[in-house]
């Protein structure tokens, strides 16, 4: 069976190019007052790019790094990261598809996309879990409300734990939003804090995504100027593109407001839904994946390379090859979580494949013949 075309030497068009440094030194020109006074004998020596070193690759790193598993409950799932046009890869994740002890009927995944360093992503990806659970409020017999509370105590508190080993440690001055999921027999609790995104399949439909809290949403535009900020250029202080997020302690100084009423708040939003029989699968991704592609166009996308494609990993590089295609620029991570009613390769399915993929050979060859056709008769006619 064939597979979708991958993406190889891509290059970003000179246009994108030029439009990053002009964007870059309106930027640099904006937030330092103008341009840098240039020293004797620098005229020559500073290149445009020098004002501020471009967050982007020349070309991109394709390499993506995945892996799979699943659980005795019958979850499976897959997860793909690339680092992209990227000039640094600061997304991390989890998957844990069966918790432990009398929580073994339990999953959780989650991706943490990382700014400003990998810090904060790196530490959330190995310990927001442990803070989550040493809350006391994810228990086997399970009162959903009580979770959702042990889930949002378990944000706060790791984030002031990382605020002291920031001061003590010297960190970066990194963040990350986080986009994770807890499942249990009963329910699935979907908690965001951030840009990042969640969504569920259910009977072929996105059935449920979690919000993306940017600065200039109404609420969050609210606290921010509330804690004495403001929203410039659709940022935090015209700085920050999303008003919450683990870390970014730089922009939770302000002593007289409380912890999530600061500039940037570390709360997350949590929801839960019963599980069904229909429920087929989550997709959980950073931005790079949200800025190229949407919610329905994705699960569409998903659902049809279910029935075509018995291997997740390949799903989840599909999903990364078409959102590089489509032009995102950013580090791209995705998790996709099937449940045992996602939907399984078909003979139908498969004779549809195999029938666009000999339309599309044909097309091509049509057109590849074509200009073969232009090129050899302009050449004879140059000559002659």
């Not at 059935?207 to 004495?228: C, L, M, S, V, W």
């Amino acid at each position: 069976m064939r597979t979708a075309r991958r993406a190889s030497n891509v290059e970003v068009p000179s246009f994108l190019r030029q439009l990053v440094k002009e964007t870059e030194k309106m930027v640099t020109f904006f937030f330092k007052g103008g341009p840098r006074e240039e020293g004797p004998g620098e005229e020559d020596s500073l290149d445009e790019d020098d004002l501020m070193q471009s967050p982007y690759l020349e070309r991109p790193i394709l390499e993506k790094h995945v892996s799979e598993g699943g659980s005795q409950s019958g979850l499976n799932y897959a997860v793909a990261s690339m680092q992209g046009w990227r000039a640094q890869m600061e997304d991390a994740h989890t998957c844990m598809p069966q918790l432990r002890g009398e929580l073994t009927d339990w999953g959780y995944f989650a991706v943490f996309d990382g700014h400003a360093g990998t810090t904060v992503a790196q530490y959330c990806s190995r310990n927001l879990l442990d803070h989550i659970l040493a809350t006391g409020g994810i228990k086997a017999s399970e009162e959903p409300e009580q979770a959702k509370e042990g889930i949002r105590e378990g944000f706060l508190n790791i984030d002031r734990h990382m605020h002291q080993l920031a001061r003590q440690d010297s960190w970066d001055r990194s963040g990350s939003t986080a986009a994770a999921v807890l499942i249990s027999p009963q329910h699935i609790y979907f908690i965001n804090c951030g840009d990042s995104r969640t969504l569920l399949c259910h009977d072929g439909q996105v059935a449920f995504y979690t919000e993306d809290h940017k600065p200039f949403n109404p609420r969050e535009k609210e606290r921010i100027q509330n804690a004495g900020g403001s929203v410039t250029l659709q940022r935090v202080n015209g700085s920050l593109a999303v008003s919450r997020a683990l870390g970014d302690f730089d922009f939770k100084e302000v002593d007289w407001r409380p912890q999530t009423e600061q500039l940037v708040s570390p709360e997350p939003e949590v929801y839960h839904l019963e599980r069904t029989p229909e429920d087929e699968f989550l997709i959980l991704a950073c931005d790079g994946v949200w800025d190229a592609i949407g919610n329905e166009e994705l699960c569409a996308f998903v659902r049809s390379r279910l029935q075509v494609c018995e291997d997740l990993r390949e799903i989840c590089s599909q999903v990364i090859d078409l959102c590089l295609y489509k032009g995102s620029l950013d580090n791209i991570s995705i998790i996709i979580v099937c449940f045992p009613g996602a939907p399984q390769v078909s003979q139908e399915a498969l004779q549809q494949e195999a029938a666009l993929e000999q339309q599309i050979d044909a097309k091509v060859e049509e057109i590849l013949w074509y200009f073969f056709k232009r090129f050899f008769f302009s050449t004879i006619s140059a000559i002659f």
